[in-house]
């Protein structure tokens, strides 16, 4: 998820949409000489095959059939594909546009009952029981089959589960309410509000069959489930019991409530659902409790976000609830109390260290207990994407910290995959074994297109020594065990040295060749290192993974509707490619390029194009396929496309979010270049001198090997994107439509967007009440191609 504010200071902005990394890791400031031979992204066309027809009606569908696969073994390059639509224009209008020949429905939107004793929506804000109907902020999903006796399958294609997230409610909650939020600002906020916004928050698994070659969701099946902020999990792994998790409400540090802010996800190959808590730290309230905590807990809240003075997303913690001796609205209040036991046991001052990991979901067994699996780290985590499953070696699961200038990491398995585990029914179980005992590591970026996996453990020196004295942390941070680092993840990245990112992202895995491909969605403090951040945090230079600053205009923000002179930094992203050495998960080295760079086909009027095609459009995107802020990222195995989902702020003055297809070539397709980087596009002014870069690129983009196929409405992202088996049906999820309705324009019946109830939506019919003023809702939407193709060939 990108950021929806101006990045100034306040108490209620998301910690996690501002940069609190401490760290002084420089990020790559040498130049080496060039290498990487060229390669040659294949050409070629697959046939069209054909398919049973796909109704229009309410279903849900999306994944690739990846769970229960077989191991794999990486190939050289992957098959040629050609990708076969007509590439869609750039539109500000309130629909969904796609190719000619493709048809869009919407099939699950936010609200949608799960439950035959909970009535259909009726989109006015006046219904409950969120824990039975679809969340809000549809996000990343997976599609896990189901064979026509209920157990797991990676090849059906007429019955499954679809496992969603629902990530945030921030721009929409007050389409939730009838009159929109009471006391949002000041006073108590009201239980009923409150138990809604919380239950709009987590994951949904709705089960999916044909009848009559069309698929829709059961609403009466067992299978049926929502998982929410209030949610009972389980903690395993290093963190487990630790002083780090005790609570209130679980004195032994074992347990929790819930999972918040589910923005990316990931799958295992034993048939789990993985979700990412991403920006988790904004729904916790502090007060200046900094006397009665330890430093070291002090710094590890400042390097989280969590300042002294915040207020928690929504004030949750402000409900005063019918029953007093009730905890569900108060541990969002995370302060310490002088009065109360030193290890948390009475209040809640360590409930923020039971969020911020990956959760472990088996959609198959509705009764089974949610695992937060604290071996893999803890940070703003943007999905956990395996590796391909080789027998005998281990499984690596790829994460990015959505933050500015934060890290890539990897979770390396000790177990080496045993085929047989794909297909246990002890799904769980095959989780402990695979993701409770492993290594979490840390890149680094070197700037001759080379790269090392840094160890997080008390093995390696520069993690021992810890964190040093610096301004930003006058007492260092010494770590103390294993759920040390766990927990403080973030740290342990600094202190060994890994290369600080522009907002690390979505990560996809080829699933020919297991190469790693992550979004590094923008980061308009790139090059300013004379100033530090809002957090007091010292900003980065431009290095070899991270090249670019560049001067951008814009006359309206679609944020706020005011003029903006300009934008700096690295207005429009890039997306970086990875090589396991070896092509081993467990590779402690690598080697990567940049397979993109965002950017407009041509510079603003006013500034010199010239320059912007040498040092900026620097994949030679075109009005087919120009775009910015990447955020989701997903390959196809039915087709081998690339999908690449954005979720923009900076080129809205222009067109709507979009989804756009890549051939992905191989990583070293391209070569070295070097970028000229103008002082008037350094976010820092007093600069005047340009700096040339030098870094890797893969080959450039052209019309026919990338092509924008979908746009979205009026102040919506796209994300979550899967697919059929058969690659026949793609699924996509739009979300937050409307999100930049004012609180006065709410008030007077006028949204921002109407979409998908409109009759002009793009769609195949109109979803939901409302019509063409129907409040807008986050949906699912379900494509095909009109003559029962693949999607996209």
């Not at 807990?297 to 207020?311: E, F, M």
């Not at 954005?646 to 990583?667: E, F, H, S």
């Amino acid at each position: 998820m990108s950021e929806k504010f101006p990045p100034a200071q306040s108490i209620h902005t998301d910690p996690d949409d501002l940069e609190n990394n401490t760290s002084a890791n420089p990020s790559i400031h040498d130049v080496l000489a060039a290498r990487l031979h060229r390669r040659h992204v294949l050409g070629g066309g697959i046939g069209a095959m054909t398919m049973a027809g796909f109704g229009s009606f309410s279903l849900a569908a999306c994944g690739g059939g990846d769970t229960l696969a077989p191991a794999l073994t990486p190939t050289p390059t992957p098959a040629p594909l050609a990708l076969n639509f007509a590439a869609v224009t750039k539109s500000k209008l309130d629909r969904v546009t796609v190719p000619p020949g493709y048809t869009a429905t919407v099939i699950y939107a936010t609200g949608d009952s799960i439950d035959p004793t909970v009535p259909d929506y009726l989109n006015n804000g006046s219904q409950d029981n969120f824990a039975r109907r679809s969340g809000d902020h549809h996000d990343g999903m997976h599609y896990f089959g189901l064979n026509a006796a209920g157990a797991p399958s990676n090849t059906t294609n007429d019955r499954a589960l679809l496992v969603m997230n629902h990530e945030n409610i921030a721009g929409t909650v007050q389409f939730m309410h009838a009159t929109g939020q009471t006391n949002a600002a000041t006073g108590a906020r009201p239980e009923a509000e409150a138990t809604k916004e919380i239950d709009a928050h987590g994951v949904s698994i709705i089960e999916l069959a044909k009848t009559a070659g069309k698929f829709g969701y059961l609403k009466a099946s067992t299978f049926n489930r929502r998982i929410t902020a209030a949610t009972e999990m389980d903690i395993a792994g290093p963190a487990r019991g630790s002083v780090f998790t005790k609570t209130l409400f679980s004195p032994a540090g074992t347990k929790t409530r819930g999972t918040i802010n589910n923005c990316g996800n990931g799958y295992t190959p034993w048939g789990t659902y993985l979700t990412a808590e991403e920006n988790w730290a904004g729904y916790f309230t502090r007060s200046d409790d900094t006397a009665v905590r330890t430093q070291k807990d002090n710094t590890a809240l400042l390097r989280n976000g969590i300042r002294v003075g915040r207020t928690g997303n929504n004030r949750w913690s402000t409900v005063v609830p019918a029953d007093a001796s009730s905890t569900a609205f108060s541990r969002w209040d995370i302060s310490a109390s002088a009065a109360l036991p030193a290890d948390g046991t009475g209040d809640f001052r360590n409930a923020h260290n039971t969020f911020g990991y990956i959760v472990e979901i088996d959609p198959y067994a509705p009764a089974s207990t949610p695992v937060k699996r604290t071996a893999l780290g803890r940070r703003a985590n943007e999905g956990a994407w395996p590796s391909l499953a080789v027998v005998g070696q281990p499984i690596a699961f790829y994460i990015g910290c959505d933050s500015r200038g934060e890290y890539v990491y990897k979770f390396v398995s000790k177990k080496l995959w045993v085929a047989a585990d794909a297909n246990r029914a002890d799904r769980l179980n095959v989780g402990a074994e695979y993701m409770d005992e492993g290594t979490i590591y840390a890149a680094r970026f070197n700037a001759n297109g080379t790269g090392t996996w840094l160890k997080l453990d008390l093995s390696n020196p520069d993690v021992a020594a810890g964190v040093p004295i610096s301004a930003q942390n006058p007492a260092g941070y010494k770590f103390d065990s294993l759920a040390d680092i766990c927990v403080n993840t973030r740290l342990a990245g600094g202190a060994a040295g890994a290369t600080r990112m522009d907002r690390p992202e979505w990560t996809a895995v080829n699933p020919k060749n297991g190469e790693i491909y992550i979004t590094m969605t923008e980061n308009p403090d790139r090059g300013n290192t004379t100033t530090v951040s809002n957090n007091n945090i010292p900003n980065p230079d431009v290095d070899a993974a991270n090249p670019r600053y560049y001067l951008d205009s814009k006359g309206v923000s679609s944020q706020n509707s005011a003029p903006i002179a300009a934008q700096r930094g690295n207005v429009n992203g890039h997306i970086v490619r990875i090589r396991e050495d070896g092509d081993s998960a467990g590779a402690a080295s690598f080697k990567w390029d940049i397979f993109l760079f965002g950017a407009q086909a041509k510079a603003d009027a006013g500034l010199d194009d010239v320059n912007y095609q040498a040092n900026v459009n620097l994949s030679g995107l075109s009005d087919f396929n120009d775009l910015s802020k990447p955020d989701g990222c997903w390959f196809s195995k039915a087709s081998g496309i690339l999908w690449i989902e954005t979720d923009d702020n900076t080129y809205t003055d222009v067109t709507n979010a979009m989804l756009l297809a890549a051939v992905p070539g191989v990583q070293g397709d391209g070569g070295a270049i070097s970028v000229v980087n103008k002082a008037n596009g350094s976010p820092n002014t007093a600069v005047t001198a340009d700096k040339t870069v030098q870094t890797y690129i893969g080959k450039k983009m052209t019309d026919v090997t990338f092509k924008r196929f979908l746009t979205a409405p009026t102040g919506a992202e796209v994300t979550g994107v899967a697919e059929s088996p058969d690659g026949k049906a793609l699924f996509i999820n739009i979300q937050h439509p409307g999100e930049n309705t004012s609180t006065s324009s709410f008030s007077m019946g006028s949204f921002e967007s109407n979409w998908p109830g409109t009759t002009v939506g793009g769609l195949a019919a109109p979803y939901g009440p409302g019509g063409a003023s129907a409040r807008p809702r986050s949906a699912t939407v379900m494509i095909t191609k009109d003559d029962g193709g693949i999607i996209g060939l």
